[in-house]
């Protein structure tokens, strides 16, 4: 055989693509002792991606499953600032979550003094970092680990999306046509990559759930719920407090949420 190659399955195939399908092996190995694996995803910026994975985690956890929270937001980690986790963490290997009222939860920022300081990495060190978290991490046995994901469509959900056996990605849009727009996008990424929708969630909705249900019609997958666009989310979250834990009216809206997903 040739330097450097080897035969899998009568196929020969160069080193660096066995190094990945190992890794995705080990990787896979590693998260197995996690039942449900989810991503929360758009496309578009600042449309509530985190807080709905937050409150998500939460509203699972309150139903008694045992919950983790991955920010793969690499290099604006915005998890801890939601949760109000201030401090580093023992950055022994492997990594071990910190936990926040009963939710297991990893982020860069727990590897960073200071989180006004920026992240300043290229794309495959962004790469790197989310392998190292799924490599890395000791989350122990999970019914749910929950992906708050960047937005854009670069190297964090590629990532994932190649390393992972995620049940599917949460679409979160807001009401405007545009948002709508980039959600779509994102789901016909995640299709044209061979991962499921669970559906999608308006937030910052104002009532009808029209960005949802565009998005819903042209990608054919579920509306799960719309959030309504309440202060009360910025007020409490730049707190470091959890919406669905403070305000029974919220909890509700996420339960109904989870639910749909098999919560
Ligand atoms: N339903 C809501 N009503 C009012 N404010 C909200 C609501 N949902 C989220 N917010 C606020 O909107 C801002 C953006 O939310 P968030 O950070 O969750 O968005 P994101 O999609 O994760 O952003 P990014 O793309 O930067 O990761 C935050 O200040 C958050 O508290
Ligand atoms: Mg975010």
Same mark, same amino acid.
């Given at each position: 055989m040739a330097d450097g190659q080897e035969e899998t399955n009568n196929m020969k195939m160069h080193p660096s693509i066995l190094r990945v399908i190992e890794q995705k092996k080990a990787i896979r190995a590693k998260l197995s002792a996690i039942k449900h694996k989810i991503g929360v995803y758009s496309a578009k910026g600042g449309v509530g991606k985190t807080t709905v994975a937050v409150n998500m985690a939460y509203a699972l956890n309150g139903m008694g499953y045992k919950v983790g929270l991955l920010d793969a937001d690499i290099d604006t980690p915005n998890i801890t600032l939601f949760l109000g986790m201030e401090g580093m963490w023992d950055q022994h290997y492997p990594l071990k979550p910190a936990e926040k009222n009963g +939710?297991? +939860?990893i982020s860069t920022a727990m590897f960073v003094d200071d989180a006004r300081k920026p992240i300043i990495w290229r794309g495959? =060190?962004?790469? !790197? =970092? +989310? %392998?190292?978290? %799924?490599? #890395?991490?000791e989350w122990g046995t999970l019914d749910y680990l929950i992906l708050d994901l960047p937005p854009g469509s670069s190297d964090a959900p590629l990532s994932i999306i190649q390393l992972l056996d995620l049940d599917g990605f949460v679409l979160v849009t807001t009401p405007q046509h545009i948002a709508a727009i980039n959600t779509i996008? #994102?789901?016909m990424m995640a299709k044209r990559l061979g991962v499921s929708l669970l559906g999608v969630i308006e937030n910052m909705s104002e009532g009808d759930a029209k960005g949802a249900r565009e998005v819903a019609e042209s990608l054919q997958c579920e509306l799960l719920g719309s959030i309504a666009l309440d202060r009360k989310f910025?007020? %409490? #979250?730049? !707190?470091g407090m959890v919406p669905v834990l403070e305000d029974s009216r919220i909890r509700e809206e996420f339960i109904s949420i989870v639910k749909k997903i098999g919560g």
């Open positions: +939710v297991k +939860v495959p =060190m962004i790469g !790197k =970092m +989310v %392998l190292e978290f %799924l490599d #890395s991490t996008r #994102s789901g910025a007020e %409490l #979250s730049d !707190k």
